[in-house]
């Protein structure tokens, strides 16, 4: 099981940018496929990014192309969400979570093993 912390929401104006880290407790962390999700009110979890454990598949929701962008770093158990060009209907909780034994960038939300509490990113207009 791992442990998964998120960073760095806040509330933020529209065009601005946050950057969100997720610092991962496993210290096999480079076999784990991570993703970051979000939902808001009344709506059901979505996929935002999604990575694999080398970088080298990365998998983004159409919504966010261009405008966020995943990454890891594996020495220090972290994967990070960068995100520009916020719009208010990116206003979610977003979460992190870590996928086990997945060698590409897992997407669907029941590929997923452990998940984190959720930080809050507020857009406003």
């Known amino acids: 099981q791992v442990q998964l912390v998120e960073s760095g929401g806040g509330l933020v104006q529209a065009g601005g940018s946050l950057r969100l880290p997720c610092a991962a407790s496993?210290?096999?962390?480079?076999?784990?496929?991570m993703g970051w999700f979000r939902q808001a009110p009344g709506k059901e979890r979505e996929i935002v990014a999604t990575?694999?454990?080398?970088?080298?598949?990365?998998r983004y929701a159409d919504s966010v192309k261009g405008r966020f962008t995943i990454s890891r770093d594996n020495a220090k158990n972290t994967v990070y969400l960068q995100m520009n060009s916020l719009k208010p209907e990116d206003t979610a909780r977003y979460y992190c979570?870590?996928?086990?034994?997945?060698?590409?960038?897992?997407?669907?939300?029941?590929?997923?093993?452990?998940w984190g509490q959720g930080i809050q990113v507020t857009v406003s207009s």
């Open positions: 990575i694999n454990w080398s970088s080298t598949n990365i």
């Open positions: 979570a870590a996928a086990a034994q997945i060698w590409y960038a897992a997407y669907r939300v029941d590929e997923y093993d452990d």
């Open positions: 496993a210290r096999t962390f480079s076999r784990y496929a």
